[in-house]
């Protein structure tokens, strides 16, 4: 796809978004030449101000701890930046409701878009509409059902954090004969939901020690958590480890735990919550780790919106251009780790 703006857009490392760290500032170890510019003359964003960027934001409606934390970190990335001014919507789950928002933001001539949509598919028509009219698109999260949307995606992995659980789990168990694990997954309805059962399942194939014997979907909240791993626990007397897709439908996934007295078995989240990473670090419960999918893709959403918006690049990556897809790293966050990544659990 052509380049809508002329622009020459952003040196990325994505390796610094698994973790949620800043994007901003050159570490390159180019030579300098006599001015002090790099050798290759491309203008790097830092934490300096520079050119004013007006920055649109259409996020979600903060119905779940983590679409809460998607806001939390935008907003406050942006205020990090006296260069940049955020005209944030109020946010909406419904899908006319947010094309109507993005189109107020289209209409007020923002310097670049940030969306988060409520559909991807839905809001794909809006996404062109702003590259028509020569705003650039950082997709984040939920996809646009076509590239020509936006100049750049930025999400997380679903099938990654299923790969994860399932490796961490079996690492723990690959010496126990005749294992058996349970899931407990998110919404079946949803594509994402699919994905990370589906990694799950591969990375467990790499050990046949280990049976899947059971599985039951919720819904993403406390407390269907809490009903649906009631089942499960009434229903499978013996287990070795439980995956659980979501650590918001984990808190009440724990409290039926601990109505059933349950703690011969491990437990990984997923997602890093705030309560979830506390519950690792006090190492009081069966909960033992969780798989991120970090809310701070937000942040560093914003930090692409300002590099393309000022035509800057950011270190890290040979070529000058913002790649198309930015893929986060679903780390595990275990009793080793955990004081590392405390300060990025969303509430």
């Not at 094309?99 to 310097?111: P, S, Y």
């Not at 694990?181 to 790499?206: P, S």
């Amino acid at each position: 796809m052509p380049e809508i703006t002329s622009r020459r857009g952003l040196l990325f490392g994505a390796a610094a978004l698994s973790t949620g760290a800043l994007i901003t500032g050159c570490t390159s170890n180019e030579p300098k030449d006599s001015d002090g510019a790099d050798s290759n003359d491309q203008p790097v964003a830092d934490d300096k101000p520079g050119k004013k960027v007006t920055i649109g934001f259409a996020g979600p409606q903060a119905d779940h701890g983590w679409l809460n934390a998607i806001n939390d970190n935008a907003k406050e990335r942006a205020k990090k930046y006296s260069d940049v001014t955020l005209e944030s919507t109020e946010g909406s789950n419904d899908t006319a409701a947010q094309i109507g928002q993005v189109e107020t933001l289209i209409n007020k001539k923002v310097d670049v878009l940030v969306i988060l949509p409520a559909d991807g598919k839905a809001l794909t028509q809006v996404g062109l509409k702003a590259m028509k009219a020569g705003i650039p698109v950082v997709n984040l999260d939920r996809v646009f059902a076509s590239p020509q949307a936006y100049r750049c995606w930025i999400g997380g992995d679903n099938y990654g954090m299923g790969l994860s659980a399932g490796h961490y789990i079996g690492e723990k168990l690959k010496d126990k004969k005749g294992a058996k694990v349970i899931e407990l997954a998110g919404l079946d309805n949803l594509e994402l939901t699919k994905q990370r059962t589906k990694g799950f399942d591969d990375a467990l194939k790499n050990y046949p020690n280990i049976e899947k014997v059971a599985r039951q979907a919720a819904e993403f909240t406390v407390e269907s958590g809490q009903q649906k791993m009631s089942q499960l626990l009434q229903a499978q007397k013996n287990f070795d480890a439980l995956w659980n897709h979501d650590d918001d439908q984990g808190v009440g996934a724990l409290r039926a735990i601990k109505q059933a007295g349950r703690d011969d078995f491990l437990m990984v989240g997923g997602a890093g919550a705030l309560s979830a990473f506390q519950a690792i670090e006090s190492d009081d419960s069966v909960l033992k780790a969780t798989v991120l999918y970090p809310p701070t893709m937000a942040a560093s959403a914003i930090d692409l919106a300002r590099a393309l918006g000022q035509g800057k690049g950011v270190s890290g990556m040979a070529e000058f251009e913002i790649p198309a897809f930015i893929t986060l790293y679903s780390a595990v966050v275990d009793k080793d780790n955990v004081g590392q990544y405390m300060s990025t659990g969303f509430k």
